[in-house]
């Protein structure tokens, strides 16, 4: 094996395309986000494909540090507050050049949304507490058996407000 070839094998995502469409926005008061995800097999190699892997995270809006609002400190080391995951479990074996959709509703359980504390963000003149409308991004993966990584798709979607922001002044 020479090395291009194994720098090719290390970037392996098993020769297949994923694709992620949801709806443009959802309340965190649903209980689930409806999802329609479409693979398209390697073009000539059979793939088995065994989960889905979905993760949701707030973007933010700081354009200096991705999923930060602006003088926010990050409660995570990815500067994102909110992250949530789940595994869709399939039993998918695809043909070449086969493509296979499936209908996913990604859960949001009561309370799985952002709490007090990631609402908030802290500056010199006061406190503010984010309940108006957020932007996330949604995100599937699709790992390939006997492949190094997992293709993926994203989509960005915005989950509406129910009080809109909220400054609270310190002494």
């Given at each position: 094996?020479?090395?291009?070839?194994?720098?090719?094998?290390?970037?392996?995502?098993?020769?297949?395309?994923?694709?992620?469409?949801?709806?443009?926005?959802?309340?965190?008061?649903?209980?689930?986000?409806?999802?329609?995800?479409?693979?398209?097999?390697?073009?000539?190699?059979?793939r088995s494909i065994r989960s889905l892997s979905f993760t949701?995270?707030?973007?933010?809006?700081?354009?200096?540090?991705?999923?930060?609002?602006?003088?926010?400190?990050?409660s995570r080391p990815d500067g994102r507050r909110f992250s949530s995951s789940y595994e869709h479990l399939v039993a998918l074996e695809l043909g070449p050049g086969e493509t296979h959709t499936m209908e996913v509703g990604v859960p949001l359980s009561a309370g799985a949304g952002p709490g007090l504390l990631e609402r908030m963000s802290f500056g010199a003149d006061g406190a503010t507490l984010h309940f108006g409308t957020q932007w996330y991004?949604?995100?599937?993966?699709?790992?390939?058996?006997?492949?190094?990584?997992?293709?993926?798709?994203t989509t960005r979607l915005k989950a509406s407000g129910q009080l809109g922001d909220q400054r609270i002044a310190f002494g």
């Open positions: 094996m020479g090395f291009f070839d194994k720098i090719k094998k290390a970037f392996d995502t098993g020769g297949i395309k994923v694709e992620l469409e949801a709806p443009k926005s959802f309340d965190w008061g649903d209980q689930t986000i409806p999802t329609r995800v479409t693979i398209v097999g390697h073009e000539s190699e059979p949701l995270k707030d973007e933010g809006d700081n354009k200096m540090a991705p999923g930060m609002r602006d003088k926010d400190r990050p991004v949604l995100s599937v993966s699709a790992p390939v058996e006997g492949a190094n990584m997992a293709r993926a798709d």
